[in-house]
């Protein structure tokens, strides 16, 4: 069992570059892919952002490339996601993932609110 709580959300202006994070329970972090999804208001959940557990392959929606930096640290048990240049529409809640993919095991956190501001 993992359990995943962001944190780092907030009213942010545009062009803002805040930093999200989402610390994993359980001694297995390092086995699992993490990452990020969001959903705007009205709008269905969205892929952000992944890393592989190793930390060495990354991948990025193409809405976000150029600005958003996923990152981990397997000695913190803690995923980052890094937003550069936000804009209005990046307004959502974001939420952190855990995917093994040996096990087909998959876990979410309550999702952490990010309001930009024009």
């Known amino acids: 069992q993992v359990q995943l709580v962001e944190s780092g959300g907030g009213l942010v202006q545009a062009g803002g570059s805040p930093r999200l994070s989402c610390a994993a329970s359980?001694?297995?972090?390092?086995?699992?892919?993490m990452g990020w999804y969001r959903q705007a208001p009205g709008k269905e959940r969205e892929f952000v952002a992944v890393?592989?557990?190793?930390?060495?392959?990354?991948y990025y929606a193409d809405s976000v490339k150029g600005r958003f930096t996923i990152s981990r640290d397997n000695a913190k048990n803690t995923v980052y996601l890094q937003m550069n240049s936000l804009k209005p529409e990046d307004t959502a809640i974001y939420y952190c993932?855990?995917?093994?993919?040996?096990?087909?095991?998959?876990?979410w956190g309550k999702g952490t609110l990010v309001t930009v501001s024009s």
């Open positions: 993932n855990a995917e093994q993919l040996v096990s087909g095991m998959d876990y």
């Open positions: 359980g001694p297995t972090f390092s086995s699992y892919d």
């Open positions: 890393i592989s557990w190793s930390g060495g392959s990354t």
